[in-house]
Nanobody, 116 residues
Framework: QVQLVESGGGLVQPGGSLRLSCSAS????????MGWYRQVPGMKRELVAA???????DYADFVKGRFTISRENAKTTVSLQMNTLKVEDTAVYYC??????????WGEGTLVTVSS
């Protein structure tokens, strides 16, 4: 059974930092694409950042220069370092894995709240 578990969310002041982690189990991690998405109530889920098995990264324009995605294949984890957080970054953040066959698996999400 594939399971993704996110952690690291919480409350932070504007300008602060958080680091999200996603741990995967029940799946061959190494050859899959990992991504972080976020969703605000009433809005569509949107891509934040993604990283391929080879380490290539892709970022949404609204986080470029502030967020960094990384992965550790040996530990089957993917992380999202979020710096210079803004109020508009408040959302539930989800981890997703996409397999070579195109199957997708999601975590349950972790809430990030940016507020003074």
């Amino acid at each position: 059974q594939v399971q993704l578990v996110e952690s690291g969310g919480g409350l932070v002041q504007p300008g602060g930092s958080l680091r999200l982690s996603c741990s995967a189990s029940g799946i061959t991690f190494r050859y899959n694409v990992m991504g972080w998405y976020r969703q605000v109530p009433g809005m569509k889920r949107e891509l934040v950042a993604a990283i391929s098995s080879g380490g290539s990264t892709d970022y949404a324009d609204f986080v470029k220069g502030r967020f960094t995605i990384s992965r550790e294949n040996a530990k089957t984890t993917v992380s999202l370092q979020m710096n210079t957080l803004k109020v508009e970054d408040t959302a539930v953040y989800y981890c997703k894995i996409t397999t070579l066959l195109g199957m997708e698996y999601w975590g349950e999400g972790t809430l990030v709240t940016v507020s003074s």
